[in-house]
């Protein structure tokens, strides 16, 4: 038995306006991704090398060492993906690979000095505006 026509109902929802916090966190946001871009500008810079920048990043501030491995397991893509995107970022010289003195096997991987420096020199007036975005 056949069945009937479906009927489609158009229905029309007015937009509602976006709350002040989610706005200035929005702006917040993109001024960071804009940041990214005036400290690396020379460099295509995508959400995942991001991240793993990032990770290092705060891997240095605590003064841990992170094999390529953990680094790679932690990326939230598939290993052979970040382990690709890692590579990449030691051939650009914004990582820098250190062998294991006791395991060959393993590496380790840090952030070059001038990365350190370039994220440092933004992360306090990013830091300062990040808490007004939130307080607000």
Not at 28 to 40: C, G, K, P, Q, Y
Not at 107 to 110: C, D, L, M, S
């Given at each position: 038995e056949p069945r009937?026509?479906?009927t489609?109902?158009?229905v029309h929802m007015p937009l509602a306006?976006?709350?002040?916090?989610s706005i200035a966190l929005a702006s917040?946001?993109?001024?960071?991704?804009?940041?990214?871009?005036?400290?690396?500008p020379d460099l295509d810079?995508?959400?995942?090398?991001w991240n793993l920048l990032l990770d290092l990043y705060i891997h240095h501030g605590v003064e841990r060492r992170v094999s390529i491995t953990a680094l790679c397991a932690t990326a939230g893509a598939p290993t052979s993906t970040a382990l690709r995107h890692v590579n990449a970022l030691i051939d650009s010289g914004i990582f820098t690979r250190e062998p294991d003195p006791l395991d060959r096997r393993r590496?380790?991987?840090?952030l070059a000095p001038q990365?350190?420096?370039?994220l440092d020199q933004g992360r306090a007036d990013q830091?300062?505006?990040a808490q007004t975005t939130l307080r607000d």
């Open positions: 009937p026509p479906r489609r109902i158009k306006a976006s709350s002040p916090r917040f946001m993109l001024s960071i991704r804009r940041r990214r871009e005036t400290v690396f810079v995508g959400d995942l090398a590496a380790f991987v840090r990365v350190i420096a370039a830091f300062q505006r």
